[in-house]
């Protein structure tokens, strides 16, 4: 059997779980979890190996419209988790109706990149 290699990329709205998801599948507290919006500034990486297979996962920070210079930088990030990834992992909140960027989201499933919700 050959082994594989991908990159799984964790992308949503502030406060979702995120960190808490990618925290799981590593094994390991490697993300900070808290309360507050916006905790994650740059992207993380985390690596999970099994005998035939390694996958890089990335938890991002949450997705916003930016208002100042910060959270563009931030944006950046989560933009390039989406240029390298072999799958997505769109999160959200149960019941949440509001996309906090709809252009963004539209970018995502126009794209050819697996989405998992």
Avoid: C, W
């Avoid at 799981?24 to 905790?39: P, R, W």
């Avoid at 997505?88 to 019941?95: K, Q, R, T």
Wanted: proline fraction near 3%; glycine fraction near 6%; avoid cysteine.
């Amino acid at each position: 059997m050959s082994h594989k290699a991908g990159f799984v990329n964790i992308i949503g709205n502030p406060n979702v779980g995120k960190s808490t998801l990618m925290n799981a599948f590593v094994g390991e507290k490697l993300s900070i979890i808290t309360s507050k919006a916006q905790t994650t500034r740059h992207r993380i990486l985390g690596i999970v190996n099994g005998e035939n297979f390694q996958v890089v996962l990335s938890d991002t920070p949450g997705i916003i419209k930016p208002a100042y210079e910060l959270q563009s930088s931030m944006m950046d990030f989560v933009k390039s988790a989406f240029e390298d990834a072999d799958v997505l992992v769109y999160m959200v909140e149960i019941g949440e109706k509001e996309l906090k960027d709809e252009a963004f989201f539209k970018k995502i499933t126009n794209s050819k990149i697996p989405v998992l919700l």
